[in-house]
């Protein structure tokens, strides 16, 4: 069985950061989805490309405090 992202990091032992809610998001389902998350910032340029820069706004916010920039 294929794994998805998030169970593939608890093989490596790794940190996963700049998680993003799905709750924003119409789809059936996704390897990048993790509970209410996904692994990393879903951007879709062909339904909801106007989003696109405010996600990616937001996204480095997140980055910037896993990191603790």
Do not use: H
């Amino acid at each position: 069985m294929k794994k998805n992202i998030y169970e593939f990091k608890s093989d490596i032992r790794c940190k996963i950061v700049g998680s993003w809610p799905i709750n924003d998001y119409s789809f059936s389902s996704s390897k990048a989805q993790n509970g209410n998350y996904f692994v990393g910032l879903a951007l879709d340029e062909d339904n909801e490309s106007e989003k696109t820069d405010s996600r990616i706004d937001k996204w480095l916010e997140i980055i910037k405090t896993d990191f603790e920039i």
